[in-house]
C-alpha cells in the first residue's frame, strides 16, 4: 500500500500566477503548501493541489521568451532534435508564447496550451495550438487530425498536472512507435542540494526524481533512455523516453548513472526529506534575520525578478512590503501589480536605481545572466541577497 508521508508545512500560500492589480485586496485566494513523500512510487509533490483553472487561465502572466538564457536554450534545443531526430512532426505540450515550437515551422507542429492568451499568440504565428488541457481524451482528438507523434516535448509543463498516469498514457498513446519524448522539469536531486524549497508552489504539484520518473512511467510502456543535466530553472532534468517495445534506440549509460546517485542521495528514503525539511526552517530564520540587520540600519531592499520561486519564499518567510520597497522585473504583464500575498509593488526595470545597495535575487536561477547585466551595480558595492544553497549577501 502506498504511503504519502507530510514531511514539510510550508504554511499559506496565495496563487503565484496572481500578480495583485491593488495592493490590498479583501478576497486573495490562499492554499496550505504541504510536501508530501509516496513511500511506495517514490514521488514528491504538493499535498493539497490547487484547481488547474484557477492557475491556468486567459490572464497567465510568464511568457517563456522573457529571458535571453531560456531563448537561447529552447533554439539550440530545437536544432539538436532536427540533427538527431529528424521529426516530420512534432507537438508541445504547454506551448506558451512559441519560444520552442516556432523552430518547427517546416514540419507539422501543434502547440497544446490551456491558457487562452498564450495560445491565441501561437495560432496567430500559425502554429496550430489547442487551447485545452492535456489528457487521454485531448490526445485522441489530435491523432484523429494529425496522426501519430515523431517528437512529444514538454518543458515545465508535466510537473503541472495532477493526474500523472493519465498524463503519460496519453503521451504514449500520441507517439509513433519509434518516437520520443523529451520531458524537462526542475530536478529534485538539485533541490535537496540547494535547499531550493521555493521550487514548490502551487504549480509545481511535483518535483521529480528520475527513480520516480522510472517507477511512473513503466507503468504505461514508457522507458527512459537519455538524461541530460540542465542548468535552467535552478536544475533541471531532460529526461528522453523511447516505447518499450523500441529496441532500435540504445540506452545510454547515463541513465544507471543517474539512478545511482540518486540511490546515495537516499532520494527513496523518508530520512532525506526530513532532513530537507531541517535545513529549510533554518534557512528561513537566516533569511528573515539578514533582512532584519539591513531593516534596522534602514538600508532599502529591493526585489529582482518577481518569480513565481520567489512567492513561496516571500510567504513562507512573512517577507512583505515592509522589508522589500518594491521589485523590478522585465514582464510587461507583471509590472504596475503587486506579488501575490506580501504586496509588494512591482515596478518596471530601467537599472537599478542609484540609492540601492540591496537586492534579493528572486530570479537566483538567472544569476549568471543578471550578474553579467548589473556589473555597474556590483563595481559601485551594490550586493544581491540570496538564499541558495543558503541565504547569504552575495
Ligand atoms: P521565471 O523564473 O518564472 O522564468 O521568471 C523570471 C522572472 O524574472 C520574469 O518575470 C522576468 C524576471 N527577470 C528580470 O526581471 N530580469 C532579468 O534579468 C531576468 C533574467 C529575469
Not at 509533490?45 to 483553472?53: E, T, Y
Not at 509545481?204 to 541530460?228: C, D, M, P, R
Not at 546515495?264 to 534575520?289: C, T
Request: net charge positive.
Amino acid at each position: 500500500m502506498a504511503k504519502k508521508i507530510n514531511f514539510l508545512n510550508l504554511g499559506k500560500h496565495p496563487i503565484t500566477n496572481n500578480f495583485l492589480k491593488v495592493q490590498n485586496p479583501n478576497n486573495e485566494f490562499f492554499y496550505n503548501l504541504d510536501l508530501i513523500f509516496n513511500s511506495e512510487t517514490k514521488l514528491v509533490s504538493l499535498k493539497n493541489f490547487v484547481s488547474p483553472k484557477r492557475m491556468f487561465n486567459d490572464k497567465y502572466a510568464h511568457r517563456a521568451s522573457a529571458s535571453k538564457t531560456m531563448r537561447l536554450a529552447y533554439s539550440k534545443l530545437a536544432k539538436s532534435i532536427e540533427k538527431k531526430f529528424k521529426p516530420k512532426s512534432i507537438l508541445e505540450i504547454g506551448s506558451n508564447d512559441g519560444v520552442f515550437i516556432k523552430h518547427f515551422m517546416k514540419i507539422n507542429n501543434i502547440g497544446v496550451e490551456p491558457c487562452k492568451n498564450l495560445a491565441r499568440i501561437t495560432n496567430k504565428m500559425k502554429i496550430k495550438t489547442y487551447d485545452e488541457f492535456w489528457n487521454i481524451s485531448l490526445s485522441k482528438k489530435i491523432i484523429k487530425h494529425n496522426k501519430f507523434f515523431d517528437v512529444i516535448y514538454s518543458a515545465n509543463t508535466i510537473s503541472h498536472i495532477h493526474n500523472l498516469d493519465e498524463t503519460f498514457q496519453a503521451v504514449n498513446n500520441s507517439l509513433n512507435n519509434n518516437g520520443i519524448f523529451i520531458l524537462e522539469d526542475p530536478s529534485l536531486a538539485e533541490v535537496l542540494k540547494n535547499r531550493s524549497y521555493d521550487q514548490f508552489y502551487d504549480e509545481h504539484a511535483y518535483v521529480f526524481s528520475i527513480t520516480a520518473l522510472k517507477n511512473i512511467t513503466k507503468k504505461v510502456g514508457l522507458q527512459i533512455f537519455n538524461i541530460e543535466k540542465l542548468k535552467t530553472h535552478g536544475g533541471s532534468n531532460r529526461v528522453y523516453f523511447k516505447k518499450f517495445s523500441n529496441d532500435k534506440i540504445k540506452i545510454s549509460n547515463n541513465v544507471s548513472k543517474h539512478l545511482k546517485n540518486e540511490k546515495q542521495m537516499g532520494i527513496h528514503k523518508l530520512d532525506v526529506y526530513r532532513k530537507f525539511s531541517k535545513n529549510v526552517k533554518r534557512s528561513k530564520k537566516k533569511l528573515v534575520e539578514i533582512f532584519r540587520k539591513l531593516k534596522k540600519k534602514g538600508e532599502p531592499i529591493i526585489g529582482y525578478g518577481a518569480t513565481y520561486k520567489s512567492s513561496t519564499v516571500l510567504n513562507y518567510c512573512n517577507l512583505n512590503h515592509e522589508f522589500i520597497d518594491y521589485f523590478l522585473d522585465t514582464t510587461p504583464t507583471k509590472v504596475g501589480k503587486f506579488t501575490p500575498g506580501t504586496h509588494i509593488p512591482i515596478m518596471k526595470y530601467n537599472g537599478i536605481p542609484s540609492n540601492v545597495r540591496f537586492a534579493f535575487l528572486g530570479a537566483w536561477n538567472f544569476k549568471e545572466e543578471i550578474f553579467k547585466k548589473e556589473k555597474e551595480f556590483i563595481k559601485r558595492g551594490g550586493k544581491f541577497i540570496s538564499h541558495v544553497p543558503y541565504p547569504k549577501i552575495l
